[in-house]
């Protein structure tokens, strides 16, 4: 009878009538609370709010609508160029004249694909309406904050499909 109650103890699932107690539920560890006493945190709910951010920023610019595709940036966004290093905007407010020179003609974006990391989005994109008929193959990475619901960073890495191309 002793090695059947043990045997009952060490299995792992609870029986009714036994005597081990219930399994606890395990849950996925991002959900489970980071070092101490931080709040719990799911990086897939983060993940989720900043490919929305960057899908709204996609659909405002392909709907060349300025004002509320700018209300989509902190105020201090960072745009940089990924290949040089240059950068482009170090503000909302040094961008938005690059976005309404750009909205000006047919300029639209096809999403190829999305990958997304916790708070980061990259997006592979074909840019059509440039210029001249110009056309781009155009990777973006995307910082977002998710708290505010903004993109605070954005590296692109940009490569002219046609000659002229000023990107």
Request: with cysteine; net charge positive; aromatic share 8%.
């Amino acid at each position: 009878m002793a090695t059947l109650r043990l045997l009952r103890r060490c299995t792992p699932l609870h029986t009714p009538g036994s005597f081990a107690a219930p399994r606890p539920v395990v849950a996925a560890p991002w959900l489970l609370p980071q070092r101490g006493s931080r709040a719990v945190f799911c990086k897939a709910a983060m993940a989720q709010e900043a490919a929305a951010i960057v899908q709204k920023q996609l659909e405002l610019y392909n709907a060349r609508e300025v004002a509320p595709f700018m209300e989509l940036f902190t105020d201090d966004v960072h745009v940089s160029d990924g290949i040089s290093g240059a950068v482009i905007a170090t503000s909302k407010e040094a961008l938005t004249p690059r976005y309404v020179e750009r909205f000006k003609g047919p300029v639209h974006c096809e999403l190829l694909g999305r990958l997304v990391l916790g708070n980061v989005v990259v997006d592979r994109e074909i840019i059509t309406g440039l210029p001249d008929n110009g056309v781009a193959d155009c990777m973006a990475t995307y910082v977002c904050d998710t708290a505010a619901g903004k993109i605070s960073k954005i590296t692109f890495v940009w490569y002219p499909r046609t000659d002229g191309v000023k990107l």
